[in-house]
């Protein structure tokens, strides 16, 4: 990690609150060791949950002077785990997903934008996926009106 990183994420070590556990590395990768990712579903409802605090007190954020010589102008992330069974994996990311250089895919965009509609309750599965396909094809339409229907007050 850089050093920024560590100064804001290593503090945290046995978060408390949802807002706590999104600044605990640990428990980001307890979550997606969990569930396969960390979004606001695995926060709110499962960052204290057995199986991610069993992987969030076993990880240590670790300086890396290759990290913090690209950095803030690339984001490396570097990981190292060692196995029961005695290896040692070890991956590495050169441009985060979501950066320009690795951006979502428009299936991983739909997906995310239906999880956080969801999440929040701000429009249904399917004017989700009504919005998606309009947003999708906004540069091939003839005139662009009201995308969903007005929020009543």
């Not at 060791?33 to 606001?40: C, N, W």
């Not at 949950?49 to 690339?74: N, T």
Request: a neutral charge; charged letters at 25%; one cysteine or more.
């Amino acid at each position: 990690m850089h050093q920024a990183a560590i100064d804001v994420l290593g503090p945290v070590t046995d978060p408390t609150t949802v807002h706590q556990a999104k600044f605990s590395m640990g428990t980001v990768l307890g979550a997606i060791a969990s569930f396969g990712r960390a979004g606001l579903a695995e926060f709110e409802h499962h960052f204290r949950d057995p199986a991610v605090v069993a992987v969030r007190d076993r990880v240590r954020m670790v300086h890396d002077s290759e990290v913090e010589a690209e950095y803030p102008r690339r984001w490396i992330g570097k990981v190292t785990v060692e196995t029961i069974d005695g290896r040692t994996l070890r991956g590495r990311v050169d441009e985060p997903k979501g950066d320009p250089g690795n951006t979502l895919s428009r299936a991983e965009l739909a997906e995310k934008a239906q999880r956080l509609a969801h999440f929040g309750g701000a429009a249904t599965d399917e004017e989700v996926r009504r919005l998606c396909a309009e947003a999708f094809a906004v540069a091939s339409a003839p005139r662009i009106g009201t995308l969903l229907p007005p929020i009543p007050r």
